[in-house]
């Protein structure tokens, strides 16, 4: 089928099922409220590219980004992560700042992270 015709099939498709359509949406937007309102909240805090050091309490995990949004994502999808509860731990002027950070949070406070968790930089 041309990409023409599916066009016109979809609009007259969704012209014949328009309460059906909506209904379903409703429904859809209802179970996946939570999961929009982080993806939400990651899409704004990563339009401002500010470093920010983020906690995962799922994993005990402490990490450093400039675009959160993106990185929940490939957690999520990379390496299987829980990213459900985040929290912004710091938002730092510059990256030497965020990393300071972070590092501390590895090093002093013991929690996980890509360069491990012990004492010592």
Do not use: F
């Amino acid at each position: 089928m041309a990409k023409k015709d599916r066009s016109e099939y979809n609009k007259k498709y969704y012209e014949a099922n328009k309460e059906k359509a909506a209904n379903y949406y409703r429904v859809y937007n209802k179970v996946n409220q939570e999961k929009m309102s982080l993806q939400r909240k990651g899409y704004i805090a990563s339009r401002k590219h500010e470093p920010v050091v983020y906690y995962l309490p799922e994993h005990h995990y402490v990490g450093v980004t400039d675009c959160l949004y993106t990185r929940l994502k490939n957690h999520r999808n990379n390496n299987n992560r829980i990213v459900k509860g985040y929290e912004i731990i710091y938002t730092a002027k510059d990256a030497v700042e965020a990393r300071a950070v972070e590092r501390y949070m590895h090093y002093e406070m013991g929690y996980n992270g890509k360069h491990g968790g012990t004492k010592g930089y």
